[in-house]
């Protein structure tokens, strides 16, 4: 509920963005996980303001403090608290922001649900918030059975560029390979190009995130308001300026028809296997043993230089200018996260599936 | 949950398709709240199977036995308990089924989940295991403010035929007017042919559904996890055969730029509007006063009538044909489901709201 | 939260005393459990009014009817849903009780929380709407291990006569032997002796009931607020007429000293086991391998003949003579309650620890 | 679960007694809400160490400090995030304790389910973990009803020294007088010498407090799982060393008869009261307006100096003397612990009601 994701494995999260701290506390972990300090430092690096030119240039040092649950690199079995502190927050960017509500930012709703703003920079409303997300990822990675399973993301569309359909080499060499997480190389650079091009009008856009989950056994997620594809649906509109989510086919399978569309299943050294993964890899809500992979669309950031028409919190009319520091487009900056909440989802269905004793 | 749905407001679902019935509990519905029997009936007609030539020939009567928290039609605080009694099975239909995981159905994940089926019909992966959400959502109606929310569902494609992206004059009765609840005849002609045509070939075909919620004041929803459109992704994303969910501009946001993008703020007769929806109502997971608007995918019903390839519950290669009673396309019976799901996730959101102290 | 009990293991109760019927949805219950009937209607009927003179002399058939969940006496996995229909209920005795708040009864409480009354017979503070726990207690006993685990209460106490201290050859057939559910064949004859005094005055009384599990590994419970003794404490003050709940010494303990009082830890045929067991069998609320001995007190029962001072709805002076069929004593009642309460508060741990991978 | 208590107002804590700090998050909190610090830090001060010479000399600042939340000294309507440092831990007291389980601590249990210790000092077991408690307790005033309700705690026994039961004068400054917080001077010096003489033995004891909340309106608290009981019952028993609970009459009112127990209603002044109160101010699980009275019993401080019988964690006998710094008797440090738990579970329902419209 509001700010605790998860049903045997607990997510919660607190921190606001220009606050003293952000963190989480991870309850339900079992005792003997080991902290992976490294995996979480790269994650977050990779999430990190900063990493190129085209992300706003705010300068974090992201170092997670755990305060408990966590000995000698080893869970205790207790909730695992941690904190990572708030740096370089230049709430001057945000004094002009003040009494104004940005066009297609959460200002608005926001006031109007809590009748304040939590402060400058966005609030609870910042990406920044996330963050605790993906160190609940990488703990999450090590309670799934040691082997074979792997969540990989992508960056498949930022604005009208778009990775072509049939490029199918997809690994983490050439994901790193590119600033902006597209594995392949050409596509990398007319997004680059389209990106250098926004940024010098002020301009900004928006992108889609692909995740392909390898080597999830058949068996995991619930029936009805359990399924997994809803789970992942539900974390993933959790990430801010997502709007979309589909799975498998998605939107395309609309306009297909059962013939073409059904996935038959066939035997292959033993194991089950699928011709086709139209549906990919879920079934009534549950793994069928196949890649789970689903795409969401995020809108482009909303902070852009262009004058823009609004109202102020007195609601007389007036116009913004956004001038502080703000990424041209957050789509390769949340590659990371989505990977981050798909291991912790992953990890909470699995604990659920072992106390059903399979 | 797995069954239950809801924070506040919480309804668990129970029952298999071919089982003695499906039924739900609904808890923390305040006391005083009117039945509205009459609407009940009309929205469980209007999922019915049977409807029209395009759907399953299933007869079932889907009348709503109150068990308990209710006298005189009005709620008592206690918990709602309803059954629907399933007649009309033809469990026999299924008896060539037994041994075989039907492909792209849920016959094989749920087996290797639960090491069983459970019998006939689809079990709980049946459509029909939704139909205690209806009368949760005409409930949830009544629990909702009086005056002004309107929650309006139409199929917005079938298949390649889809309702024009300028047709904006969508009210109940054009709806009503359509078998196939598409509000444009002419779209709707075209969809019915394209029907009628994959019923002949013992095929099948998706579609989508849009939705329009008017009248929900700004500040509905929780930030981060407990986001409106997150919990809307996570119910829709429940509805058997949906593969994907969007809001307001949804996956074409992406490729906008933020200058197109951005929704201006206005004051229009002492109410804040703005300009255009592209967000469909919610910022930050917070609905901000304008119509909140999303959409989703259905993919084909997977019982088809051509002979596909599959394997048997002891791993051997076989082939099946589904002969029984099938929907040709599923999308126009879960208009009802997509309109009961998004009034409880709203009546649920309204109590939170409502505990919140405004 | 409200009418839900457990973590992952859940039951969901509803249904008023005189309405149509109470039953429960059971989710998260593990796959092909089995349904032990018989079990099922002999606790049912341990629990039955009109057992004994000293009962409420209410008729009921107490069968259980299966909506959901299972097949051929297994469970699905799904929800278990079921149903006992309410028979023979006599509202015309509660006529005369329409207007007249009763005293120490919920009636008024209830009155001004819902405003409104549940109907007839006590609503939903009726002690037949646990009914429903004592189907899942029975289904709970299945999902324990195979071996070992005994969960036994009896009566410790009606009135003034207290089974003493020292008496200690309990087990289920001197239990059994007496209608009180008091092992001491003497003690149970002074008990029936107050009790027919108690009756002819139209006057009751109230009880102890003590439960003792054996064979629970160490290891179950959870720190903090998931302590083994606060998950039983809440659910047997969730009985009606429970006013206190202690674990092992209890109060007694609170004037003990520490050098008393300390469970020494010694080995014993390889095993772990403590020279005393003043803790119950729990420590920092995970079970330490020894018996879990708790005791709960039940008030005296509020419906007597005698005339009492009371309020009229319209809260005006009346007073009140309670002269309809109903219970001297209700604890030997109760103990079928406790037992069933108890093992469903250990399967749902039992789970939470299996999903740890102990 | 586990670590969350509460409905819709929740507590997440988290923090070893010697890891680097205690804290928690509080979910679902209205927004506006004043945080008083200067109450805060009172009732830590209360709860404090080394507050006289009968606790553990262990100094703590136990200052807290807020993450998230809170913005000039209100909160923001998101989860409000706290940490206390845990300073002057004495890690070498425990060195000698490493190897050995010590008797009636949850050393035996905790290791039996986590396969590890939590480090030195009792870890999550310690009392100093519901130290968040506090905290959340004085939020949890401010959200009650501005007007007219006080949650009162003191001491009513240690040892066998028990406040008289016809001592009713009890207030804040005669609690206050007493460092062992009973308000009767006369019962209070008895304690002392009592503690002083066990101090000097080694030995420790147990005791009793007493819980009284008045200015509860009639209706909070929800009917069957959600008893108002049943949540402070639940809450109560999660305070280390607990042992038993009891509302109103508790077990004495197992040997009343219901002539003698229930409590008369009446109106006085236009309000409705019950002219005994043996209830203990709740029927159903529902408050009925008049007083809520319980009381709990603590047993023996299990740390003593004297040689005790144990084993080591592989096994084999041993004895153990306990040295360190150690409470004879927990009883008065508790006493803020109960009335800020006790006001925490009242907040819940107090939100849980509004969300039904009353």
Redesign the interface.
């Known amino acids: 509920?509001?700010?605790?994701?998860g049903?045997?494995l607990?997510l919660?999260?607190?921190?606001?963005s220009h606050?003293?701290?952000?963190?989480g506390?991870i309850?339900?972990c079992?005792?003997?996980i080991t902290i992976d300090e490294k995996a979480i430092a790269k994650q977050l690096q990779r999430r990190k303001t900063g990493l190129q030119s085209f992300s706003s240039s705010r300068k974090e040092a992201d170092e997670v403090?755990?305060?408990?649950?966590v000995?000698n690199n080893?869970t205790?079995?207790?909730?695992?608290?941690f904190?990572v502190e708030n740096k370089g927050q230049q709430s001057k960017d945000y004094e002009q922001l003040k009494n104004v509500?940005r066009?297609?930012?959460?200002?608005?709703?926001?006031f109007?649900?809590?009748?304040?703003s939590?402060?400058s920079g966005g609030?609870?409303?910042s990406a920044r918030?996330?963050l605790p997300c993906v160190v609940a990822g990488c703990i999450a990675k090590e309670i799934l059975p040691a082997k074979g399973i792997s969540v990989m993301a992508w960056v498949s569309?930022i604005?009208?560029v778009f990775l072509p359909n049939d490029f199918s080499e997809i690994n983490n060499k050439n994901i790193e390979a590119s600033a902006l997480r597209c594995p392949d190389n050409a596509t990398s650079r007319r997004m680059t190009k389209l990106l250098e091009s926004?940024q010098k009008?002020g301009?900004?856009?928006?992108?889609?995130v692909t995740c392909r989950i390898s080597g999830v056994?058949?068996?995991?997620?619930?029936?009805?308001?359990?399924?997994l594809?809803?789970?992942l649906?539900?974390?993933m509109?959790?990430i801010?300026s997502v709007?979309?989510?589909?799975?498998?086919?998605?939107?395309?399978?609309?306009?297909?028809?059962?013939?073409?569309?059904?996935?038959?299943?066939?035997?292959k050294g033993g194991k089950?296997i699928?011709?086709t993964n139209?549906?990919?890899g879920?079934?009534?809500?549950?793994?069928?043993?196949q890649d789970i992979i689903f795409r969401m669309?995020?809108?482009?950031?909303?902070?852009?230089r262009?004058e823009?028409?609004?109202?102020t919190r007195d609601?007389?009319?007036t116009t913004v200018k956004i001038s502080g520091r703000h990424d041209t487009c957050v789509v390769p900056r949340s590659v990371p996260m989505v990977e981050s909440l798909a291991t912790f989802i992953l990890a909470d269905h699995y604990?659920?599936?072992?106390?059903?004793?399979?």
Chains 1, 2, 3, 4 share one sequence.
Not at 112 to 116: G, I, L, V
């Open positions: 509920m509001q700010n605790t994701l049903a045997i607990r919660t999260t607190f921190g606001e606050g003293p701290a952000v963190g506390v309850d339900g079992p005792a003997g403090l755990f305060v408990s649950g000995l080893k205790l079995g207790t909730p695992i608290a904190l509500f066009p297609s930012h959460a200002d608005y709703a926001w109007e649900k809590f009748a304040c939590s402060g609030g609870r409303s918030v996330l569309s604005g009208n926004l009008d301009d900004s856009t928006g992108g889609t056994p058949a068996g995991w997620g619930e029936p009805v308001f359990g399924k594809n809803a789970a649906a539900h974390a509109m959790g801010n709007k979309a989510f589909e799975l498998g086919e998605g939107f395309a399978a609309a306009a297909m028809k059962g013939s073409e569309y059904n996935d038959a299943l066939m035997m089950v699928t011709k139209h549906d990919g879920i079934n009534g809500g549950i793994s069928n043993g669309a995020f809108k482009p950031v909303p902070s852009i262009s823009q028409q609004t109202i609601k007389k009319k604990l659920m599936q072992k106390s059903r004793g399979k």
